[in-house]
């Protein structure tokens, strides 16, 4: 098995005069959680429509597994291999579905799952692993919090048993209390299932405990990659500096000393 699994390779997207992204480059590999990270208009929504498809770039190419995605028969295999987590669990969820419809869809439509009870089966087991339980099963998108809705959208997202997950700004939506509670979820499903997550953020203080590696986009192009160690504890582009001047610190004593280096380091 190759150790990179998806890779942009100079993507570029222009709008008329504007520049969306220019020459974005970076790899995703087994087993890694990777965040993209920026601020709105960073060129994070652009990038990924164009990793999956749902926008032609006008230069660069995007590869999996080592092949790049031009076919049909690639595309397939992409879209079957890779599935996504969307922002807003409010509307990603099909209202007329029960939760049983809505994870198990994906079980049908694949053929992994050809009968209702194999489905029922399988679908209580995917949500007893993200935190739910049986006796949702029948219960419409309406019942549940926010926060419980992005763990049904988890559960249909590994329901096909994905290489790879795309999670595209997944708790920005919850209460900063229940954040922490869908990242876990995520945390614990990458690590059981072996998958490869590309997370997608604008909070540097999400990704910190998610992710092993870090891209961080400014203006459409790739301010700075590398390790969470490197990035957050010696970043070198000005950019990333003032992301994390802005990621708030619990402890009262150590934001002060924060702002005193800030402070030193300005004069």
């Not at 409010?90 to 009870?117: K, Q």
């Not at 961080?216 to 990659?225: C, K, S, T």
Request: hydrophobic share 40%.
């Amino acid at each position: 098995m190759r150790s990179d699994l998806l890779t942009a390779d100079g993507l570029t997207k222009r709008y008329g005069r504007f520049t969306a992204i220019e020459d974005v480059s970076f790899t995703l590999r087994a087993g890694e959680v990777l965040g993209l990270v920026g601020e709105s208009g960073s060129g994070k929504s652009t990038t990924v429509r164009c990793l999956v498809g749902l926008t032609k770039p006008d230069a660069g190419t995007v590869s999996y597994d080592g092949e790049p995605l031009q076919g049909r028969a690639a595309w397939h295999r992409f879209r079957r291999e890779a599935q996504m987590v969307f922002q807003d669990p409010y509307a990603s969820l099909n209202p007329r579905m029960t939760v049983a419809e809505i994870v198990g869809e994906g079980l049908r439509v694949h053929g992994i799952e050809r009968t209702a009870a194999g489905r029922r089966a399988r679908v209580t087991t995917l949500l007893g692993q993200v935190g739910l339980d049986a006796g949702d099963l029948d219960r419409y998108p309406r019942s549940f919090s926010g926060g419980q809705r992005q763990r049904i959208a988890i559960a249909r997202a590994i329901a096909v048993e994905p290489r790879v997950l795309i999670c595209d700004e997944p708790v920005s939506a919850l209460d900063v209390s229940v954040q922490a509670q869908v990242v876990n979820v995520l945390r614990d499903m990458g690590r059981e299932l072996g998958l490869s997550i590309l997370f997608i953020a604008h909070d540097l203080a999400v990704v910190r405990y998610l992710c092993d590696r870090l891209v961080v986009l400014d203006q459409g192009r790739i301010a700075e990659q590398g390790t969470r160690e490197q990035i957050y504890d010696n970043p070198q582009a000005p950019y990333t500096r003032s992301l994390l001047a802005a990621v708030p610190i619990p402890d009262p004593a150590a934001e002060r000393e924060r702002r005193h280096r800030q402070k030193e380091s300005a004069r």
